[in-house]
């Protein structure tokens, strides 16, 4: 063994040394997280899909609601416990009001929530609590408080989380997430959030990981073969842990050195940046609009052919608009004719005007028929906008509703490839379930254990050497 040779082996233990163990807690939580069903992670199995069709009932006009809350700034009319409400949005609050009698309502007391959670959950399991809480717990802790909790029987402890203002399901809770935000946490290696991909201790455990794969990497490389002086020689044959080790890394090695590679990349660049946000321009307060010149959403929706599950009103650049949502999806509509008012080229490109606030020129709006890799997570059609900025900035307006989708940038662009390279997923790049990353996934398991193992064996080995005097 050369000297080269010798160095690189040391380099690499004392690599697996500082980082073996955060490698080991990589590959096992990103086992998790690959074995495990997405939606199942989601919560989607513990309750019924929802769907609250509007009652056939005659309901009071927009403009008692603005008598009401001058300041309001939109309106939807749903279905809240059997009964048609306006959901009133306000600067910083949310009031329910009753759609027949105009009657504000209090916020939902336990027995409300109770009966929604009762209705909603999709098993027949009993409710071990319901609790008030002031601060949205950790689980959470992105949604707006006060909250109800409903806790149901049962050793995973299903949760339900409710808003007392608008009578929404917040979120799904159980075992299985709670498990899989442990290892979300360990994976990024943000213990106080859970969130922040771009934390300096992870860049740091990335970069040394990265060195370490690499040093293995070449230790596979260059002792494939012994030296032609000792071929002849009878070695021993290398404990099993070794054995393992070796076998383990031809098989997934290239692949964790692209994992770390695409971990560190995913980590370096500034979230805010792959979300869109550096262009971004402050949302408007709109004109004012005066509700007794709209029509009464409830008209809008006796006139539908179908079921409507909600008609939410909203000030847009081209004028009051209500959104009407049905069983094939959402419906947009002047809101002072009742006429259908589409996203035509030129309102998307107001939007997405009033959106950027970039150097760049904004190019005409491309119609998209389908949602392409951009936009994918989003149904229905596109108008894509196009920039000359630095960043390549591309604005995504729905067809349908008139609102900014998605906002994607260069950064976003290489954030993707990465993301791609670190799920496997080559065609859609957006599931992390499919057996090619799971059997990956137990691959970089076997290799991180026996990699700890060998660094443990050498520790005793190290440890019961004798002293000479």
Same mark, same amino acid.
Do not use: C
């Given at each position: 063994?050369?000297?080269?040779?010798?160095?690189?082996?040391?380099?690499?233990?004392?690599?697996?040394?500082?980082?073996?163990?955060?490698?080991?807690?990589?590959?096992?939580?990103?086992?998790?997280?690959?074995?495990?069903?997405?939606?199942?992670?989601?919560?989607?199995?513990?309750?019924?899909?929802?769907?609250?069709?509007?009652?056939?009932?005659?309901?009071?006009?927009?403009?008692?609601?603005?008598?009401?809350?001058?300041?309001?700034?939109?309106?939807?009319?749903?279905?809240?416990?059997?009964?048609?409400?306006?959901?009133?949005?306000?600067?910083?609050? *949310?009031?329910?009001?009753?759609?027949? &009698?105009? /009657?504000?309502? $209090?916020? !939902?007391?336990?027995? +409300?929530?109770?009966? %929604? =959670?009762?209705?909603?959950?999709?098993?027949?399991?009993?409710?071990?609590?319901?609790?008030?809480?002031?601060?949205?717990?950790?689980?959470?802790?992105?949604?707006?408080?006060?909250?109800?909790?409903?806790?149901?029987?049962?050793?995973?402890?299903?949760?339900?989380?409710?808003?007392?203002?608008?009578?929404?399901?917040?979120?799904?809770?159980?075992?299985?997430?709670?498990?899989?935000?442990?290892?979300?946490?360990?994976? *990024?290696?943000?213990?106080?959030?859970? &969130?922040? /991909?771009?934390? $300096?201790? !992870?860049?740091?455990? +990335?970069?040394?990981? %990265? =060195?370490?794969?690499?040093?293995?990497?070449?230790?596979?490389?260059?002792?494939?073969?012994?030296?032609?002086?000792?071929?002849?020689?009878?070695?021993?044959?290398?404990?099993?842990?070794?054995?393992?080790?070796?076998?383990?890394?031809?098989?997934?090695?290239?692949?964790?050195?692209?994992?770390?590679?695409?971990?560190?990349?995913?980590?370096?660049?500034?979230?805010?940046?792959?979300?869109?946000?550096?262009?971004?321009?402050?949302?408007?307060?709109?004109?004012?609009?005066?509700?007794?010149?709209?029509?009464?959403?409830?008209?809008?929706?006796?006139?539908?052919?179908?079921?409507?599950?909600?008609?939410?009103?909203?000030?847009?650049?081209?004028?009051?608009?209500?959104?009407?949502?049905?069983?094939?999806?959402?419906?947009?509509?002047?809101?002072?004719?009742?006429?259908?008012?589409?996203?035509?080229?030129?309102?998307?490109?107001?939007?997405?005007?009033?959106?950027?606030?970039?150097?760049?020129?904004?190019?005409?709006?491309?119609?998209?028929?389908?949602?392409?890799?951009?936009?994918?997570?989003?149904?229905?059609?596109?108008?894509?906008?196009?920039?000359?900025?630095?960043?390549?900035?591309?604005?995504?307006?729905?067809?349908?509703?008139?609102?900014?989708?998605?906002?994607?940038?260069?950064?976003?662009?290489?954030?993707?490839?990465?993301?791609?390279?670190?799920?496997?997923?080559?065609?859609?790049?957006?599931?992390?379930?499919?057996?090619?990353?799971?059997?990956?996934?137990?691959?970089?398991?076997?290799?991180?254990?026996?990699?700890?193992?060998?660094?443990?064996?050498?520790?005793?080995?190290?440890?019961?050497?004798?002293?000479?005097?």
């Amino acid at each position: 063994m050369g000297i080269e040779q010798r160095q690189v082996r040391r380099w690499h233990r004392w690599l697996a040394a500082i980082i073996g163990l955060q490698v080991l807690l990589w590959v096992v939580s990103g086992l998790y997280m690959s074995a495990a069903p997405i939606d199942w992670i989601h919560g989607d199995y513990w309750v019924k899909t929802e769907r609250r069709a509007l009652p056939p009932a005659s309901v009071i006009a927009p403009a008692e609601l603005q008598r009401q809350f001058p300041d309001s700034e939109r309106f939807t009319l749903k279905t809240l416990l059997g009964q048609p409400v306006y959901e009133v949005h306000r600067p910083g609050s *949310i009031v329910l009001v009753d759609a027949v &009698s105009g /009657v504000a309502r $209090a916020p !939902l007391d336990a027995e +409300a929530v109770q009966t %929604l =959670a009762q209705a909603r959950f999709a098993h027949p399991r009993a409710i071990r609590s319901i609790e008030w809480l002031e601060v949205a717990p950790a689980e959470v802790s992105s949604r707006p408080a006060p909250l109800w909790r409903v806790t149901f029987e049962g050793a995973s402890a299903p949760t339900l989380y409710y808003s007392p203002y608008s009578g929404e399901l917040l979120a799904k809770r159980f075992a299985g997430w709670r498990i899989f935000d442990a290892l979300w946490m360990l994976h *990024i290696m943000d213990y106080a959030t859970r &969130s922040n /991909v771009n934390n $300096a201790l !992870l860049r740091l455990a +990335a970069g040394i990981a %990265l =060195a370490f794969v690499v040093t293995g990497a070449v230790l596979l490389l260059v002792s494939r073969r012994r030296p032609v002086a000792v071929r002849s020689v009878r070695l021993p044959r290398r404990p099993w842990p070794a054995r393992l080790h070796r076998w383990a890394a031809w098989a997934i090695g290239a692949q964790l050195l692209v994992w770390v590679a695409s971990g560190l990349t995913m980590s370096l660049l500034d979230h805010a940046a792959v979300e869109g946000h550096t262009y971004v321009r402050p949302a408007a307060a709109g004109e004012a609009i005066d509700y007794a010149s709209v029509q009464a959403p409830g008209a809008l929706a006796a006139r539908q052919t179908g079921e409507v599950h909600r008609v939410a009103f909203h000030r847009a650049l081209d004028g009051p608009v209500y959104l009407v949502t049905t069983a094939t999806g959402v419906d947009r509509y002047n809101a002072r004719t009742g006429e259908p008012q589409p996203v035509t080229a030129a309102v998307a490109q107001a939007v997405a005007a009033a959106d950027y606030s970039g150097p760049g020129r904004l190019g005409p709006p491309e119609w998209m028929a389908t949602a392409d890799a951009e936009t994918r997570g989003h149904d229905g059609v596109f108008w894509r906008v196009r920039t000359d900025d630095d960043l390549a900035t591309t604005i995504y307006v729905s067809a349908r509703t008139g609102g900014v989708v998605e906002r994607r940038t260069r950064v976003w662009r290489l954030f993707d490839i990465a993301w791609m390279l670190h799920i496997m997923d080559y065609r859609q790049r957006d599931d992390f379930n499919h057996p090619l990353l799971i059997l990956m996934a137990l691959g970089g398991v076997g290799l991180s254990v026996s990699g700890v193992l060998l660094v443990w064996r050498r520790w005793r080995a190290t440890s019961r050497r004798p002293v000479v005097g």
